[in-house]
Nanobody, 120 residues
Framework: QVQPVESGGGLVQAGGSLRLSCAASGLGNYRMAWFRQAPGKERDAVATISWSGNSAYYADAVKGRFTITRDNAKNTVYLQMNSLKPEDTAVYYC???????????????WGQGTQVTVSS
């Protein structure tokens, strides 16, 4: 069973960058994803990446600004976030699955989340 642990969140000004990391022993066998949840809103997928790293999905709101990558040798997945906007403010969660999908219900393994706050 994989147990993701996120790090790298914080406070940044609009237009700035942050890199989130997600570490988990054995994550090389899983499709990984980053979700986010803003106050009063549903948790939605931001980006997902296949176990090999050869394919990725991005939500329309982050295409061209966010990049998901993985280093299976280091058991770590990253989310590089550039050109951040105030609307990117949310708790960001790392999740793992052996299935394919972008829904919360597709991912049985979750981290505790890391707060990202973008000031205007």
């Amino acid at each position: 069973q994989v147990q993701p642990v996120e790090s790298g969140g914080g406070l940044v000004q609009a237009g700035g960058s942050l890199r989130l990391s997600c570490a988990a022993s054995g994550l090389g066998n899983y499709r990984m994803a980053w979700f986010r949840q803003a106050p009063g809103k549903e948790r939605d997928a931001v980006a997902t990446i296949s176990w090999s790293g050869n394919s990725a999905y991005y939500a329309d709101a982050v295409k061209g600004r966010f990049t998901i990558t993985r280093d299976n040798a280091k058991n770590t997945v990253y989310l590089q976030m550039n050109s951040l906007k105030p609307e990117d403010t949310a708790v960001y969660y790392c999740a793992a699955t052996t299935r394919f999908g972008i829904r919360v219900s597709d991912y049985p393994y979750w981290g505790q989340g890391t707060q990202v706050t973008v000031s205007s």
